[in-house]
């Protein structure tokens, strides 16, 4: 079993940056894919970015691509997620997730998610 627990959001203006974190408990964090989601008020839960098991691939959404930058530290059992350049449509909680196989974006294929971290981007 693997418990997420995400930090790194709050409140920032459009064209702001953010570094959100996900840290990963037990020894088999490179065991998994690691993704980021989003759900926005009234929206479903989207797919955001993943990165394989050691980091060499990775997945961003068209609405991220070239804002957002995915990365893992497997020594340290954790993800980032580097958020520039953030817009309003940007507000969301942010989730990260765990899974063992590559399909990024499917939400079905990850076992594990945390709780969530809010991140608002005020106009």
């Known amino acids: 079993q693997v418990q997420l627990v995400e930090s790194g959001g709050g409140l920032v203006q459009a064209g702001g940056s953010l570094r959100l974190s996900c840290a990963a408990s037990g020894r088999t964090f490179i065991s998994y894919v690691m993704g980021w989601f989003r759900q926005a008020p009234g929206k479903e839960r989207e797919s955001v970015a993943a990165?394989?098991?050691?980091?060499?691939?990775?997945y961003y959404a068209s609405s991220v691509k070239a804002r957002f930058t995915i990365s893992r530290d497997n020594a340290k059992n954790t993800m980032y997620l580097q958020m520039n350049s953030l817009k309003p449509e940007d507000t969301a909680v942010y989730y990260c997730?765990?899974?063992?196989?590559?399909?990024?974006?499917?939400?079905?294929?990850?076992?594990?998610w945390g709780q969530g971290t809010q991140v608002t981007v005020s106009s």
């Open positions: 997730a765990a899974g063992s196989r590559w399909l990024p974006s499917k939400q079905e294929e990850y076992v594990y």
């Open positions: 990165i394989s098991w050691s980091g060499v691939s990775t």
